[in-house]
């Protein structure tokens, strides 16, 4: 047996990746990035002689790492030194470090000064021109101890920087800038902290790292809802395929049952109208006639409605198939049939009784009514012509149902008028008791 993909194993499956993206998320989303002072970006000293028009003595020593020796001198108000990684020399579009969790710089330090001031410096054309980058860029800012670097590195979370109080107050920023900024940062820089003391320091930058986020958490939870929210539609829209499949094979079912029984219906109508039809004249045959027979005893115990029977009876038919042949004489049979049929209502129904002789039975029909039918089909018979220009006639015995007799008295009565219209010359109809024309008694 093959092995079919059901719904519930991709709810499975779905389960077990939300579970693991929920779980695993920090790994999944974040990435680390690496700063070498050597590698893409310019890395260069800062001081306040380059900057402020101070004192302070820079030289870049050889060795591993960005090795800064300075000597802060008086000159400058506040003396300072320090390495800056500049990401973009143009100092317009730096990094976006929006989506940075840590920051880990691996630093080390000699100095009488007991803090190191780390800056992320973010360029906006919100708050200055690109040439006035060195005062403009805002200082996302933080301050660490020179205790924290005793292991050679140091580990900032993006939500440790705030801005620079005297960058705000100097450039005379609006509210809305001091919350610190990260989506254009155009340099690292590592300075000598507040206050610092003249003297020889030692700074060596070895290497920076930071984690960046590349999808928000929020956007990585969107992002699973809408994984359930697609497989959800996608439940929806097979059970929509599915119950339309069914109802489509439904209805093609039903389609076939309703034609089965169609032909099954017709088959078996024409199964019993063969049962009770007799195959060479169309009428009723000996079956046919006793079902016909007995559903009119019953209506006539029902209504008490009269029921005429007439027997009728071809006249010397022998000598038609011994002169004409036998399939002349069927023809005369069919023909005759075909003929009574035509002349008689249609509750009357005609029946062949056997060889040459039929029974018409008359519904509603009383004694008189029976006899004048009868008179009507000898006088038709007689001036027929039929198949091959033949001539035939036939006798009548009548006979009616009555509250006297039952059923088999009434045949005998019948079958008696036709053997006295036999006798008495053929060509006639004879009703049980009552004469009906100058060729019927
Ligand atoms: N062609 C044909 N002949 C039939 C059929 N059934 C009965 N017959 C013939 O009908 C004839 C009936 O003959 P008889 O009973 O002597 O009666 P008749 O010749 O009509 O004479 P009367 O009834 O006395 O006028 C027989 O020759 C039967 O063979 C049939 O289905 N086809």
Same mark, same amino acid.
């Given at each position: 047996?093959?092995?079919?993909?059901?719904?519930?194993?991709?709810?499975?499956?779905?389960?077990?990746?939300?579970?693991?993206?929920?779980?695993?998320?920090?790994?999944?989303?974040?990435?680390?990035?690496?700063?070498?002072?050597?590698?893409?970006?310019?890395?260069?000293?800062?001081?306040?002689?380059?900057?402020?028009?101070?004192?302070?003595?820079?030289?870049?020593?050889?060795?591993?790492?960005?090795?800064?020796?300075?000597?802060?001198?008086?000159?400058?108000?506040?003396?300072?030194?320090?390495?800056?990684?500049?990401?973009?020399?143009?100092?317009?579009?730096?990094?976006?470090?929006?989506?940075?969790?840590?920051?880990?710089?691996?630093?080390?330090?000699?100095?009488?000064?007991?803090?190191?001031?780390?800056?992320?410096?973010?360029?906006?054309?919100?708050?200055?021109?690109?040439?006035?980058?060195?005062?403009?860029?805002?200082?996302?800012?933080?301050?660490?101890?020179?205790?924290?670097?005793?292991?050679?590195?140091?580990?900032?979370?993006?939500?440790?920087?705030?801005?620079?109080?005297?960058?705000?107050?100097?450039?005379?920023?609006?509210?809305?800038?001091?919350?610190?900024?990260?989506?254009?940062?155009?340099?690292?820089?590592?300075?000598?902290?507040?206050?610092?003391?003249?003297?020889?320091?030692?700074?060596?930058?070895?290497?920076?790292?930071?984690?960046?986020?590349?999808? @928000?958490?929020?956007?990585?939870?969107?992002?699973?809802?809408?994984?359930?929210?697609?497989?959800?539609?996608?439940?929806?829209?097979?059970?929509?395929?599915?119950?339309?499949?069914?109802?489509?094979?439904?209805?093609?079912?039903?389609?076939?049952?309703?034609?089965?029984?169609?032909?099954?219906?017709?088959? @078996?109508?024409?199964?019993?109208?063969?049962?009770?039809?007799?195959?060479?004249?169309?009428?009723?045959?000996?079956?046919?006639?006793?079902?016909?027979?007995?559903?009119?005893?019953?209506?006539?115990?029902?209504?008490?409605?009269?029921?005429?029977?007439?027997?009728?009876?071809?006249?010397?038919?022998?000598?038609?198939?011994?002169?004409?042949?036998?399939?002349?004489?069927?023809?005369?049979?069919?023909?005759?049939?075909?003929?009574?049929?035509?002349?008689?209502?249609?509750?009357?129904?005609?029946?062949?009784?056997?060889?040459?002789?039929?029974?018409?039975?008359?519904?509603?029909?009383?004694?008189?009514?029976?006899?004048?039918?009868?008179?009507?089909?000898?006088?038709?018979?007689?001036?027929?012509?039929?198949?091959?220009?033949?001539?035939?006639?036939? @006798?009548?015995?009548?006979?009616?149902?009555? @509250?006297?007799?039952?059923?088999?008295?009434?045949?005998?009565?019948?079958?008696?008028?036709?053997?006295?219209?036999?006798?008495?010359?053929?060509?006639?109809?004879?009703?049980?008791?009552?004469?009906?024309?100058?060729?019927?008694?």
């Amino acid at each position: 047996m093959g092995f079919k993909w059901r719904f519930e194993y991709s709810l499975l499956l779905l389960l077990l990746l939300s579970a693991a993206a929920i779980r695993f998320s920090d790994d999944l989303l974040q990435r680390v990035r690496v700063i070498e002072p050597e590698g893409a970006f310019v890395t260069e000293s800062t001081s306040d002689r380059v900057h402020n028009s101070g004192n302070t003595e820079t030289r870049r020593a050889p060795g591993r790492g960005y090795d800064l020796r300075c000597r802060l001198r008086e000159g400058f108000g506040y003396p300072y030194c320090g390495i800056v990684v500049r990401f973009d020399p143009q100092r317009v579009h730096g990094i976006d470090l929006s989506g940075m969790r840590r920051l880990r710089l691996w630093l080390d330090y000699e100095g009488p000064a007991q803090t190191v001031k780390i800056h992320l410096r973010n360029a906006s054309p919100h708050y200055g021109l690109p040439q006035q980058e060195q005062e403009s860029a805002k200082y996302n800012h933080v301050e660490i101890t020179t205790d924290s670097l005793r292991h050679g590195m140091v580990e900032l979370d993006l939500r440790d920087f705030v801005v620079a109080n005297w960058w705000m107050q100097q450039f005379r920023m609006p509210p809305q800038f001091s919350r610190p900024e990260f989506d254009n940062i155009i340099s690292l820089e590592v300075i000598t902290g507040t206050d610092a003391p003249i003297g020889d320091y030692r700074l060596v930058l070895h290497r920076v790292e930071y984690d960046v986020q590349y999808l @928000s958490t929020e956007r990585w939870y969107l992002a699973i809802m809408s994984m359930w929210l697609v497989l959800a539609l996608l439940y929806l829209l097979q059970r929509m395929v599915r119950l339309k499949a069914d109802v489509s094979q439904q209805r093609q079912r039903s389609q076939e049952l309703y034609e089965i029984n169609r032909v099954l219906d017709a088959r @078996s109508k024409q199964l019993v109208q063969m049962a009770t039809t007799d195959a060479l004249t169309g009428a009723f045959n000996r079956k046919g006639l006793e079902d016909l027979l007995q559903q009119a005893l019953a209506d006539w115990h029902g209504h008490r409605h009269p029921l005429g029977l007439v027997l009728i009876d071809l006249d010397h038919f022998k000598a038609v198939n011994d002169i004409h042949g036998h399939q002349a004489g069927d023809h005369v049979l069919a023909g005759l049939a075909e003929l009574v049929r035509q002349h008689v209502r249609g509750q009357d129904a005609l029946g062949r009784w056997g060889g040459e002789e039929f029974l018409l039975v008359c519904r509603d029909t009383g004694l008189v009514q029976a006899t004048a039918i009868a008179e009507k089909l000898r006088a038709l018979i007689a001036g027929h012509e039929f198949h091959g220009g033949l001539h035939i006639t036939a @006798s009548f015995g009548v006979a009616a149902l009555d @509250s006297e007799r039952p059923l088999d008295q009434v045949f005998a009565a019948a079958d008696g008028a036709l053997y006295r219209a036999k006798a008495e010359g053929r060509n006639s109809v004879v009703a049980e008791s009552v004469a009906a024309s100058p060729t019927s008694r």
